[in-house]
């Protein structure tokens, strides 16, 4: 059954290739993407079900043991955020790209999407800090092609900021990872999180971890913002839902990873630096969603946020702190995935980004309105919708570890996420009559209002079933905060390796 762990990268990738082969048969791309992605998402799910019940799973390429070979493991951390990008990136293929749907799959856009999940969920799953470079390659690699395919003016600048920060960042994670493996002769995860834990995390490695902070930090537009807004705001409606849901949360799961099992060993340094950047992003998220007009940049906005949010509870560097931001960031995929997708769509019924020139979409979109309402209840961190426990247990762990201010600007900058959204739904949709009024001119096809229910009905049972999976949230926090459960259940013979 380990081998099985290997689904959520090969599918993908695999499925990707096929696809190129009916860039002019477009029932059928949308119908093997479709369930390819079922497929996966089912058994990623299956996956994370047997891992809470029994024990993680693990693949050793080779059957060559760490630290020599490299190794891939299922875990609840990993798994969770696996199950939750398949199921979003399902939704997102659903939804589909609208009268451009044939330019698109000639483009290959698809293909492309498919191998961004599949650089994704390699970078969940992989269990050596060498092969994550590599899968944030993949990624990003697949990402540069998205985001330039449209071919307009305002996507090439948006891509050129976005290419430079991310070939930086990953020139500076290639360059910690070498300080790293010569200074611990090793580059996985387990072994690293040993041999830190016995020599107390000297300054070199401190400062590695500050880099990687840096690194993962700046590709999850944590302070390092700048490439976030205007890339977003230049990607289409399912493309830029793609780019929320996965792109920044994935620099958000590596901090998790690294923190929380490797460099947990000076916190006064590494994790105060974390609490300083997460204040800072949710202060200039803040400023975001109250300074534009443009629905897709105040959407934009609202990523930058959620990111300081849930770093916020990973630089609590307890329990409480590091459960809550795995469930926040779970969570928080599908939210963000279903407010790009709303705003999209919004955008295209009224022909404009700016919300204060239109008005009166109630009268012919009652069911959109509800589901936008939603969105912005569980954004809002409102009960009993998903996004209420994971900012209670961030609280919580804050608190527990002193950090006042932080909690005081959480507070604030979720009312100010939920009134920004509140505005334009009140603007667009009950607008006074001065401003130019909806008429029934775009047809809200039933794919697109569909893949939005389902995205609508996810953050509604997320928060009423939320006690099984902050289970499985908290249990993986205990497992990466545990150095010497995580050597047991991944490493064999650690004894032996200790001694050596």
């Known amino acids: 059954m380990n081998n099985l762990i290997l689904v959520p990268l090969l599918v993908p990738l695999l499925t990707g290739l096929i696809l190129f082969f009916f860039k002019e048969r477009l029932t059928l791309t949308r119908r093997i993407a479709i369930t390819s992605l079922c497929v996966t998402t089912c058994i990623t799910i299956w996956l994370l079900i047997e891992v809470t019940l029994h024990k993680p799973l693990v693949i050793n390429f080779g059957d060559w043991q760490p630290p020599f070979g490299i190794q891939f493991v299922g875990d609840e951390l990993g798994l969770l955020f696996t199950a939750v990008s398949c199921f979003v990136v399902t939704v997102i293929i659903y939804f589909g790209f609208g009268k451009r749907e044939r330019v698109a799959n000639r483009y290959f856009l698809p293909s492309f999407i498919l191998f961004l999940l599949s650089g994704v969920n390699g970078s969940f799953l992989t269990a050596d800090i060498f092969n994550l470079y590599v899968m944030f390659e993949i990624m990003l690699l697949a990402s540069f092609v998205l985001l330039t395919l449209g071919q307009s003016i305002e996507q090439l600048r948006a891509s050129i900021i976005y290419v430079v920060i991310n070939v930086v960042s990953s020139w500076f994670f290639l360059m910690g990872v070498a300080y790293l493996y010569g200074t611990l002769g090793t580059l996985n995860f387990g072994h690293i999180a040993m041999r830190i834990s016995e020599s107390g995390q000297p300054p070199t490695v401190t400062l590695v971890a500050i880099i990687m902070i840096f690194v993962f930090g700046g590709k999850a537009s944590l302070v390092m913002f700048m490439w ?273």
Do not use: C, W
Not at 233 to 256: D, H, P, Q, R, W
Not at 277 to 289: F, L
Not at 295 to 324: C, H, P
């Open 228 to 500: 976030l807004p205007k890339a977003y705001a230049a990607l289409n409606t399912e493309l830029a839902a793609l780019f929320a849901s996965l792109m920044t949360k994935v620099g958000v799961y590596a901090l998790i990873r690294v923190m929380v099992l490797m460099f947990d060993e000076k916190p006064e340094v590494t994790h105060f630096l974390l609490y300083i950047m997460a204040i800072v992003t949710m202060i200039i998220g803040s400023i975001g969603v109250l300074g534009f007009k443009d629905i897709k940049k105040i959407a934009a906005y609202q990523v930058i946020l959620s990111i300081g949010i849930a770093v916020l509870g990973l630089s609590a560097n307890n329990s409480d702190g590091i459960t809550g931001a795995i469930f926040y960031v779970s969570h928080d995929m599908i939210i963000k995935t279903l407010l790009f997708l709303v705003i999209g769509t919004l955008v295209l019924l009224a022909g404009t980004r700016y919300y204060d020139q239109f008005g009166g979409l109630i009268k012919y979109y009652p069911r959109l309105g509800i589901i936008f309402f939603i969105t912005i209840l569980s954004i809002g961190g409102v009960p009993p919708f998903g996004g209420f426990p994971g900012k209670l247990l961030i609280i919580k762990g804050a608190l527990a570890n002193g950090y006042t201010i932080g909690v005081m600007v959480m507070i604030i900058s979720s009312i100010i996420a939920m009134y920004s959204l509140l505005k334009v739904f009140l603007v667009m949709y009950f607008g006074r009559e001065t401003v130019p009024q909806a008429t029934q001119h775009v047809i809200l096809t039933k794919n697109k209002l569909y893949a939005m229910m389902i995205l609508t009905v996810a953050t509604i049972t997320v928060g009423i079933f939320s006690q099984y999976i902050l289970n499985i949230s908290e249990v993986a926090a205990h497992f990466n905060m545990n150095e010497n459960t995580y050597f047991k259940e991944i490493i064999p013979n650690v004894e032996a390796e200790a001694k050596k």
